[in-house]
């Protein structure tokens, strides 16, 4: 009876110590690991974690209140985050996807690290930088507000960006397959933004003095006795029948 309820207490202990095993897999990470360090199976964290020379051979999945410092990690799933704190990652390995979504902590980077698949960052409003990294898919970027830099990294397939305020700043980036978007042409950190419009110019005031009216012109009547005199229009057409007049007495004379 004795030996049955030692037994019991056993077997409870050995659920309890694998109950303790199965949630460190979910956010604590004083428990991750083994002799090897490996950790066979997905990793859900949800407090803030480190880790340091692991190899883990499934997903790792960081939620609200979780964060991961990584370095020399490789994860042979993909590294997914929903609404979590931040993620500095540094000369590790992801063999599948990275989705970043929603971080809402003050900087999150990816560095130096080897990426299989494709990267997804969506409206994070932590500060973002993704810096000498290998990337054999694509990255997309869409709707982030917490600033992104993109710089010294290859990418295999595309680049895109778009709705990210402030636009992306980055250099040095190879991309096989073209930029488009917001990143079709990255600008150092801290350059201007290129203008969509030239601005509107100012008509310069014309130093030209503005022209002379040519002087009127009078016109001079004479009369019979040959003098004459700067007569206007209407002083002519009043002396017009007094000349006639005069010239027809004249001829009336000589006759």
Known sequence: M?????????????????????NAQSGNCRFYGDDDG????????????TLTDVEINGDVIVFAGGSLVANGVGIKGNLYTSRADFIAMEGSRIDGNVRLEELVGDETTIEGTNIDGNILLARNRSRLEIVNND?????????????????????EENLDCTDNTPAPVGLANRVDDGAAGQCADLRPEGSPAPMTSAPATATPLSSTPPATPAPTTTLAAADAGGGAGALDWPAVLLLLPLLFLRRHARARARV
């Open 2 to 22: 004795a030996r049955d309820s030692w037994l019991g207490l056993s077997g409870f202990a050995l659920l309890a110590l694998h109950a303790q095993c199965a």
């Open 38 to 49: 490996e950790i066979e199976g997905d990793v859900e964290i949800a407090t803030p974690c």
């Open 135 to 155: 990337i054999h898919g694509g990255m997309f970027a869409v709707g982030n507000t917490g600033g992104l830099l993109i710089s010294g990294n290859s990418f």
